[in-house]
């Protein structure tokens, strides 16, 4: 054998194993080259070729330092003699098949194998910012400009006194109205742009700097508003309606405002966010912020102001000048003060330096501007409550806007209402009731005793004042409106307007077309004031209803007129008015007719839905339930010489868009000035020396009448200066809505009178709120009448016998009221009107007609049954019925 077939020596840390690792371990599949071999390739041995079949690791080890000098390293491709090196512990492995990403890096050992490469770190950051750069545009084409949120939008109507300040806000969720930029001062749009948001006009909707800024202060707890543009605020406020500080919220509200920015025009984004941002007090949107502190409009704000209303932006908390301590004992009103000047100084010196506000006019702004303190929550307690139902009801009436359009909320309503005349009637109102209403100690006559009361202004129909109630909130009718309680004699004037302009008809005389001639009557004429008359109709028959039952007319206290002898108490119309005698304008109705009674009722401005028992005697004597503002206005066309205007209580109505209604008034010629001036020199009497004494007026003149109705249910006085027209109603009713059966309840020994007249305590009301209502107001005196008419029945005719008998009805034309032939044919008549087509004895067809437009009202009812069919039957029942025959006393 040779030599190197000898067995080797075997290595001390091995033996077979240790050789089988050794060769598994070789890179290119050999083993070891055996001690003594050359790097030359051919300096193998002789015998060539065959490897020694075993060797140790340490063997191996030896042998590659004698191949590689020592180094551990890969052969070198291109240099011959160099042998690829064994893998062996702490060698990466060969990269075998080139991967994407060489991490671990197979060509490092230890820990820089864990150390990434540039161009890894280089691809891995274009890569993530091109992940982002895609999710960002796919994230922007997916968003879309949500709708404007509810509550950014919710707004509440504001309502204004007659001199254009606030009287409540109310009928929204939220204190707020919408306006218009047009409506926002340019130095309010530029004080929140110097101070918020400078780049407006050029950004896209955010600001990156600002955002960076928010984040990092968002991740240490603080507070992001710094990183918001006025498109991100306007965001959040009116769309996402979301005020949490959360990343997700914000990334969502970036989005949003890049979108909003590239597709809104600035302005309506400025506008949105000047309406849609919370100004402290409860006022959301400026236009809410600018009464809250300043108690004007919007529009009328000067630099000062808006410089001081965009401070309240950063947090009316802290920059209300009122302070609020109840939120954070720090925000006392001197530091509240302090950092508002501050914050509003700077403010106007940004505006300065970008350019928004002229040096010499920012010089005028160094103090606070005069601001008024916080208004409590108004509520619609006291009169406010009526005041506000009076204003929705005649909008709504009107067509002006719908109820479901008042709910949404967003218009300013300026009123006629005099805050001054309001409280007045109240306070007077209260002083009577006080004074002489005690339910607990009259519970029988004193409980539910109720007050109602108007004022108008004649010269425009203004409803300047009403009471509708102790309290809006606890009785909910309102008074001033219409409650159903019977006017009485104040009804009495229209029958006397009525007869001085179509005047009364006279059966004798000759026809015109087709009706019968009229003579107009003057003040001077003369009628019954007799007691328990018996009613004739204008040709001296007997008036019967359709049941034929006649009708016996009493007079208060059951008494004939003071002034009248007997038998018929003949007396002319002012004194049958100065004692309110119902037995002469009950007459005085039926010969003018019961159709022009009730037009010149509507002429004057009552309603026709109001009148009741139009074709019954007694509806010359109030059995109608007008309002008091309808009775107010009716009197104040008296006031303004026969001008009717219907009472209105809106001026004028806006939103955001501007103005949307503007009240016009409607005159109409209803009286000539000669009628109604005539009517007001006759109610004159009753207050300088008749029935309404009580009402007199210091220094004025002041025309009016009282009036209570049958069974003493009601009592009201109604009168008017020139420049002022009030009506004042009193009754007894139930207050309890769901009391059934409810119903007017006499006033016999309500606070402590025996009964109660329009003479008392509502003319009492009268002149109490009068005398202040036009404290420092001129005294004017009423025009003076012009001679009107004829005197009809100045000399009455005796009747044959002086006993209310059986006789005087077969006598029944003898002392009929008609004038006498001569006067007859020497006037010469207006000319009636065309609708009386009825016979003089024909009054089915005058009833019927008539009565046709008046169904299920309490006097037609209660008239149709009064009558009785004997003389002796009426006079014992003629009184006994609550609501029968009208006012019985004024």
């Known amino acids: 054998m040779s030599e190197h077939r000898r067995k080797p020596p075997q290595p001390q840390e091995g033996g077979r194993a240790a050789a089988r690792r050794g060769q598994s371990g070789s890179s290119s599949g050999r083993r070891a080259a055996p001690r003594g071999a050359t790097e030359s390739p051919s300096g193998s041995h002789a015998g060539g070729g065959e490897d020694r079949p075993y060797g140790g690791r340490a063997e191996a080890r030896r042998a590659a330092q004698r191949s590689g000098g020592g180094r551990r390293r890969a052969a ?450 003369l009628y019954t004031g007799k007691n328990k008359w018996k009613v004739k109709t204008y040709d001296g028959s007997v008036w019967q209803n359709e049941k034929g039952e006649e009708w016996l007319q009493t007079n208060d206290g059951n008494a004939n007129a003071s002034a009248g002898k007997a038998p018929d108490y003949m007396i002319d119309l002012r004194e049958a008015m100065r004692e309110s005698i119902n037995s002469a304008f009950v007459q005085l109705g039926m010969d003018v007719g019961l159709d022009k009674v009730k037009q010149a009722a509507t002429d004057s401005g009552l309603l026709e839905d109001s009148l009741a028992g139009t074709t019954f005697p007694s509806f010359s004597i109030g059995i109608s339930d007008p309002s008091a503002i309808r009775m107010a206005g009716s009197y104040a066309t008296f006031a303004a010489s026969g001008k009717q205007r219907d009472p209105f209580s809106v001026t004028k109505v806006t939103d955001k868009d501007g103005t949307i209604y503007t009240h016009e008034v409607d005159t109409k010629q209803a009286w000539t000035s000669k009628v109604a001036d005539n009517v007001t020199d006759v109610l004159k009497t009753v207050v300088e020396k008749g029935t309404g004494t009580n009402a007199q007026l210091t220094g004025r003149e002041v025309a009016g009448k009282t009036g209570t109705t049958d069974g003493n249910k009601s009592a009201w006085f109604v009168g008017y200066t020139p420049q002022l027209s009030t009506a004042i109603s009193m009754f007894r009713y139930p207050d309890d809505e769901n009391a059934k059966n409810r119903q007017f309840l006499e006033m016999y020994g309500t606070g402590g009178e025996k009964e109660i007249h329009g003479a008392s305590f509502p003319s009492e009301i009268f002149k109490d709120y009068m005398e202040d209502a036009l404290k420092g107001e001129p005294a004017v005196k009423f025009p003076k009448p012009e001679p009107i008419g004829e005197v009809v029945n100045e000399e009455p005719t005796p009747s044959v016998t002086p006993t209310p008998t059986e006789t005087e009805e077969t006598e029944s034309a003898s002392p009929s009221p008609t004038p006498t032939e001569s006067e007859s044919e020497e006037e010469t008549s207006p000319t009636p009107t065309t609708s009386e087509t009825c016979g003089p004895w024909d009054w089915g067809c005058e009833e019927g007609s008539d009565g046709g437009t008046e169904t299920g009202d309490e006097g037609d009812g209660d008239a149709s049954e009064s009558p009785s069919s004997s003389p002796s039957e009426s006079e014992e029942t003629g009184n006994t019925r609550g609501n029968q025959n009208g006012g019985i006393f004024g």
């Open 76 to 525: 070198e491709p291109g240099r011959p003699g160099r042998r690829a090196t064994p893998a062996g512990r702490g060698r990466a492995p060969g990269p075998g098949k080139k991967r994407l990403v060489d991490y671990p890096r197979f060509d490092r050992y230890g820990w820089r194998r864990w150390v990434p490469s540039w161009k890894l770190v280089s691809g891995l950051c274009v890569g993530f910012f091109g992940a982002m750069v895609a999710a960002a545009g796919i994230a922007y084409a997916m968003v879309g400009v949500p709708d404007l949120a509810k509550t950014a939008t919710a707004q509440n109507n504001v309502y204004y006194w007659a001199d254009g300040t606030q009287m409540v806000s109310t009928g929204g969720e939220r204190n707020r109205q919408i306006v218009d930029l047009s409506r926002i001062p340019k130095e309010m749009q530029n004080a929140v742009i110097s101070q918020e948001n400078k780049t407006f006009y050029d950004d896209s909707g955010i600001d990156p700097k600002g955002i960076a800024r928010a984040v990092f202060n968002m991740a240490r707890g603080g507070d992001t508003q710094g990183g918001s543009t006025i498109t991100q605020q306007y965001v959040k406020n009116a769309m996402l309606d979301d005020q949490s500080q959360t990343i997700s919220r914000k990334v969502k509200e970036i989005f949003v405002s890049i979108k909003v920015g590239a597709n809104k025009d600035k302005k309506d984004i400025l506008a949105g966010y000047l309406n849609s941002a919370y100004y402290g007090r409860g006022a959301w949107g400026i236009q809410a912020a600018s009464r809250a502190y300043f108690d004007k409009d919007s529009e009328d704000l000067n630099p000062g102001e808006c410089a001081f209303l965009a401070a309240m932006l950063k947090g009316a908390t802290y920059y209300d000048p009122a302070g609020a301590t109840s939120i954070d004992s720090a925000a006392t009103p001197e530091a509240n003060a302090k950092r508002a000047l501050l914050q509003m100084q700077d403010t106007l010196d940004k505006m300065v330096e970008y350019g928004h506000l002229d040096a010499a006019e920012r010089a005028k702004y160094t103090k606070l501007p005069k601001w008024q303190n916080p208004r409590s929550n108004t509520q619609l307690s006291g009169q406010i409550g009526y005041l506000v139902d009076l204003a929705k009801s005649s909008l709504i009436k009107n067509d002006v806007v719908t109820g479901n359009q008042l709910e949404q909320g967003g218009y300013s309503i300026y009123t006629t209402f005099d805050k001054k005349k309001i409280e007045e009637l109240e306070k007077a109102v209260t002083k009577v009731y006080k004074e002489n209403i005690d339910p607990k100690k009259r519970p029988d006559t004193d409980t539910d005793v109720q007050f109602g009361g108007a004022s108008v202004n004649p010269e425009t129909g203004a409803i300047e004042a009403i009471y509708g109630g102790e309290d809006a909130t606890e009785h909910f009718t309102n008074n001033a409106d219409v409650t159903g309680a019977q006017v009485g004699s104040t009804f009495k004037p229209f029958v006397l307007a009525a007869a001085m302009k179509w005047g009364v008809r006279d059966p004798d005389g000759p026809e015109v077309q087709g009706e019968d001639q009229r003579t107009v009557v003057s003040p001077k004429s």
